[in-house]
């Protein structure tokens, strides 16, 4: 878990991913050596920030985005939202500027929309980017953290990348706000390497029908809906393997499988992840049986897909 407390306390909003990018890449070039199968790396300003690593000869992609929720300073120490943020009084925020590093606290004011502030000494400058302080806590039982959406999912990715021998992992950029890069990333890996299936590594909700600790969820629809037949295999897969998960089905919310779904190319994809209870907050909390279940899964289906 020392891994993933690391990625939990990087600071990468969506649009300023360059720091989690770097520190991907650092991880890669040091550890790389030592998975079964050395991938090749594309990244560079072509990508902007995103990473694509190729593994043997793939067949299909696991996407996991990079980027985080969070707030962009205003004028005068006003704050706009980047994605969905909870925002409740004293959340201490962090981040820097040109003076230097910068902590906060949350003000919210109850109008109609509420008026977001940072209350800090002095004033930020425009344009910075604020996110939650770091905040990790494991117990025996649960994971709690900031920004285990998606944190975890890099994780799971990474984990991955050790056994894996023939696949793609896609590293992708502004999924919490503007849909993401994973059309771009699509259209790469599509007409390079001919892949057009895709698993999204990103973290779910608590609802009424996904519980912590029965394995990850694997999404049948959400405001999208995801071809019949790849989930049907998916299932069947992680069922002859007697892994535990959950199924879920909502009515709402989206992801790097909406970005490809959207887009004019004929993937097929399939979300899966394990479930968080306070979501888009600083105390996210996923229960470590279902962290076991999301990575077992995936290290099975880009084996078997």
């Given at each position: 878990m020392q891994l993933l407390k690391k990625l939990c306390a990087v600071h990468a909003p969506s649009g300023n991913?360059?720091?989690?990018?770097?520190?991907?890449?650092?991880?890669?070039?040091?550890?790389?050596?030592?998975?079964?199968?050395?991938?090749?790396?594309?990244?560079?300003n072509e990508f902007?920030?995103?990473?694509?690593?190729?593994?043997?000869?793939?067949?299909?992609?696991?996407?996991?985005?990079?980027?985080?929720?969070g707030f962009t300073a205003g004028y005068n120490n006003e704050l706009i939202k980047i994605g969905g943020p909870v925002c409740e009084n004293n959340f201490i925020l962090s981040g820097k500027d040109s003076k230097g590093?910068?902590?906060?606290?949350?003000?919210?004011?109850?109008?109609?929309?509420?008026?977001?502030?940072?209350q800090c000494k002095r004033e930020i400058e425009r344009g910075t980017t604020l996110t939650f302080k770091p905040l990790f806590k494991e117990s025996k039982e649960y994971v709690q953290s900031n920004y285990l959406d998606n944190r975890l999912g890099v994780w799971i990715a990474l984990q991955t990348a050790k056994t894996l021998e023939n696949g793609i992992i896609a590293f992708t950029t502004y999924e919490e706000h503007g849909g993401g890069n994973a059309q771009f990333i699509g259209k790469f890996i599509y007409e390079k390497f001919k892949v057009r299936q895709a698993?999204?590594?990103?973290?779910?909700?608590?609802?009424?029908?996904?519980?912590?600790?029965?394995?990850?969820?694997?999404?049948?629809?959400?405001s999208l809906?995801?071809?019949?037949?790849?989930?049907?295999?998916?299932?069947?897969?992680?069922?002859?393997?007697?892994?535990p998960f959950q199924l879920e089905v909502?009515?709402?919310?989206?992801?790097?499988?909406?970005?490809?779904?959207?887009?004019?190319?004929?993937?097929?994809?399939?979300?899966?992840?394990?479930?968080?209870?306070?979501?888009?907050?600083?105390?996210?909390?996923v229960h470590k049986k279902d962290i076991d279940s999301m990575l077992r899964i995936y290290r099975l289906l880009m084996k078997k897909l």
């Open positions: 991913e360059k720091e989690m990018t770097d520190f991907l890449l650092n991880y890669i070039k040091k550890n790389a050596s030592s998975w079964k199968k050395k991938p090749i790396v594309f990244t560079g902007q920030e995103s990473i694509v690593l190729v593994f043997g000869n793939p067949t299909t992609a696991l996407f996991a985005h990079i980027d985080s929720i590093k910068i902590e906060c606290k949350l003000v919210v004011k109850k109008n109609e929309p509420p008026l977001l502030s940072a698993l999204i590594a990103d973290i779910t909700w608590i609802t009424k029908g996904v519980k912590h600790g029965k394995g990850a969820a694997i999404s049948l629809r959400d809906i995801p071809r019949k037949v790849f989930t049907d295999k998916i299932i069947t897969l992680i069922k002859k393997a007697k892994i909502e009515s709402a919310g989206g992801s790097d499988g909406s970005s490809l779904q959207r887009s004019s190319l004929p993937f097929d994809w399939c979300f899966i992840g394990a479930a968080e209870n306070n979501v888009h907050s600083p105390n996210e909390k």
